[in-house]
């Protein structure tokens, strides 16, 4: 079973940045979604295998998503620089792998079949 550890989050100022990180056993579509209490989970941002992006329309120019090689053990990571961060960016995030079928662009939720635990971001006005 595919094991999906995320780290990074905390709370920031407006403004401010954070760095948000997962690693996954094996190279993956992943992506890295949001909720915010009361609200849907959102796609926030996708790579694929050979890294090819896509940002939902609130992240775009804020976001950048990235993954490194496979280190000697087999785990890669990926990660979630978010900068000019803002209130409604507050949100647990969730790391997400498709294990199977990849959908290389996709944001959808019912698409990715691994999650991480989910790593609080607060933004404070």
């Known amino acids: 079973q595919v094991q999906l550890v995320e780290s990074g989050g905390g709370s920031v100022q407006a403004g401010g940045s954070l760095k948000l990180s997962c690693t996954a056993s094996?190279?993956?579509?992943m992506a890295w979604f949001r909720q915010a209490p009361g609200k849907e989970r959102e796609g926030v941002a996708t790579?694929?295998?050979?890294?090819?992006?896509?940002?939902?329309?609130s992240v775009k120019g804020r976001f950048t998503i990235s993954k490194d090689k496979a280190k000697d053990n087999g785990r890669r990571s990926m990660y979630l620089q978010m900068h000019s961060l803002k209130p409604e960016d507050t949100a647990v995030y969730y790391c997400?792998?498709?294990?199977?079928?990849?959908?290389?662009?996709?944001?959808?939720?019912?698409?990715?079949?691994?999650w991480g635990q989910g790593t609080q971001v607060t933004v404070s006005s």
């Open positions: 790579i694929s295998r050979t890294g090819v992006t896509r940002y939902g329309d």
């Open positions: 094996g190279n993956y579509c």
């Open positions: 997400a792998a498709q294990l199977h079928v990849c959908y290389p662009d996709s944001l959808l939720t019912t698409d990715y079949n691994a």
